[in-house]
Structure formats: structure tokens, C-alpha cells
């Protein structure tokens, strides 16, 4: 649906949290049978960050959603609705937004999960748009929390050495002025969902002694078929969010993509014609950190200054189901 409407929302505030604790490639070398020149050439990842045992999904979410009510000078009270995106949530039940909403101690506002794959802030953000403009809520707190490395296979050099745990949050509001969301574009392919899956623990394969044996509660990936689709995909996204917006390639100041394989963001940054000095990375230090990074990005890019009054930005995701979105605002 393309947007018929002079309403737009805007990120009023921005916030970030990774755990303490690193794991470098050499770390991984002692683990598995891989090397930090196959990982660094590979994916362009150097270093993730590893949640500590006592930390849930919701205490990532927490933090970084205090610091984005810090920084859009709010109080938890403010916020009318409260979106997570993630695939780790604290437990299958009760949504891991309403564990944020009482840490937070916020009001007893709407609280709810999304899981859109790695698109899933990106999907958040969009529902949140509809939120607001359907006049459902004012403020939307929308955060992608994310701990992967609690459903990785730490025996499997094919997928463990590329994912990270960390969060980002924004707060959402209607825009009063020419900046805010300009244009979205999301998609989903479920006939693609089993090359990227968890394929235990809901309804299908209910947990047992045998799904635990077979290690069919960690993620599972075809990688380098998605890797071919995510190009692709994140490819044509980008391209008709820009289109949607009304804007050329040359009006982007950033193209903030999903931090997958640096591969990946570099063919999808040529392809949509930005220049690589233009497009936003942080694989190296934090790995894949799905729907975080994004948010991630935001928060470092807004913090440093770099987001100025003006200045246009292009997210850009890919995730299991398959989904895929983009997004480009102007600050
Ligand atoms: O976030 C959601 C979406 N996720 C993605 O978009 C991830 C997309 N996929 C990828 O990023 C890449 O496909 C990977 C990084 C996962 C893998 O890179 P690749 O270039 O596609 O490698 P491959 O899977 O084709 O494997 C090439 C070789 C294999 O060895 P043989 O069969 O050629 O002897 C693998 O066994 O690399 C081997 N390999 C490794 N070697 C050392 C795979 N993982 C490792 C490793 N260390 N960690």
C-alpha cells in the first residue's frame, strides 16, 4: 500500500544496550573448527556480545528502552503503547512486551510481541505508524530486543559464529513538521520459512527429550541460500521505499541495512547505488544481532550527531519467514 496521507511519524528519542561481556573470533577458534580469517573475510564480523546468565530478553529491552525515554526527555508514563520485536522472548508466554511495560513501570497500556524475523523492528515501526495515525495511541515505545546466542548451536560453525545479544529502542510520535517516516515497503514469504527456523518448541514439534537431543531448539539456516534472497530482496525494498518517498539514491544520507554479513550490505548498498561511505556498518562489533540492529544503528548514528535536522535515512531489512522491509525517513 503506498501512503495516501501528509501524516507522518517521527523518531523523538533513541536508545541503545549491549551486554558487557565479548566473544572475538579467536574465542570461537577454541570452540569450533573455523578461523578469525574465515569469519572476518566471510561475514565481516571481528567481535559479538554475550549476555550474562542472569539477563532475559526483557532487561536488553528495558535498558535501551529507558535511554530512548531519556533521550526524547519522556517518562515511561508517557508512552500509549509498547512494541518488542523478537524471536528470544523472555518466555513463550506472556509477551515479552508486558514484561518491559512493568519494568518500566508504564502505564497499563497495549503491549505486545512481533515476530517478523530480522525485519521485525522495521514491522514494528510501520504497525506503530498505523497506531497513530488510527488514533489508537501517541506514543508508540518501539524496541527490538534480541538473544540469539541463547538459541544458537554452539557446535555448529555454520551458523555460531555469527550472531550477537543487544537491544534498540525508539519512541514514536506524530511529527509536527517536515521531518518523519516518509515511505515504507514490507513483504513476507512463508513458502521460505524452512531455510531459516527454529524448528522446535511450538505447536509442530512440542519440546521432548528428542527434539532437545536432536538440537532442534537452535536456529537453523541455509545460509548461503539466504543469502542469495536477502540481496535480492533487500535490493528491491530499498528501491521502492525510495520510490514511495518521491526520492533518488542521491538523496540518502544513510542506508542503515539489516547487519547480516557485511557481503550482504555491501551487494545490496551497490545495487541501490550508495556509495559505501554512506552506508551504515557495526557487523564487526556486534554480529548479527537481528532485529536489534537496526535500532543499534539508529541510536550510535543519532548519539555521534550524524542524524541531523535534514538528514534522509534508508533501513532496510531481511529476516526468516521470509520477510523484508525498508523504511526511509528524514530526521
Ligand atoms: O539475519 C537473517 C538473515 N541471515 C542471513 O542473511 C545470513 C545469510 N548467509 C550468510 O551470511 C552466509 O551464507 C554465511 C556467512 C552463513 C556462510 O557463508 P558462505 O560464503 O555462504 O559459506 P557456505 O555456507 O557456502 O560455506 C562455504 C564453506 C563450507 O565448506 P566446504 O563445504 O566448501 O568445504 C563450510 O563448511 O565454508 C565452511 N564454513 C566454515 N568454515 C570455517 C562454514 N562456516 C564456517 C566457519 N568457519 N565458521
Redesign the pocket.
Known sequence: MTKKTDRKIKITGTGMYVPDKILTNAD?EKM????DE??VT??GIRERRIAAKDQATSDLGIIAARRALRSARLEPQDIDVIIVATHTPDHYFPATACLVQAGLKAGLVPAFDVIG??TGFLYGLILAEGLIFSGAAKRALVIGAEMLTRITNWED???????GDGAGAVVVEESKDDSGMLSHFWQADGNLGPL?IMPAGGSKLPACHDTVAKRQHTLH???????K??VKRMTEAGDEAMKRAGIKKDAVDWLIP????M??IEATGERLGIPRERVYVNIHRYG?V?VA?IPIALDELNQSGQLKKGTVALLDA???GFTWAAVVLRW
Not at 157 to 163: D, I, K, P, Q, Y
Not at 221 to 227: A, I, Q, S
Open positions: 570461537l569450533v573448527d573455523t578461523s574465515w569469519i566471510r561475514t524475523g530480522c560453525r555454520n551458523t555460531c559464529v555469527l550472531f531459516l539456516m541455509k545460509g548461503n541460500e539466504v543469502f534472497h536477502a539489516h547487519q547480516a554479513n557481503r550482504i548479527n537481528s540492529c531481511f529476516g526468516a
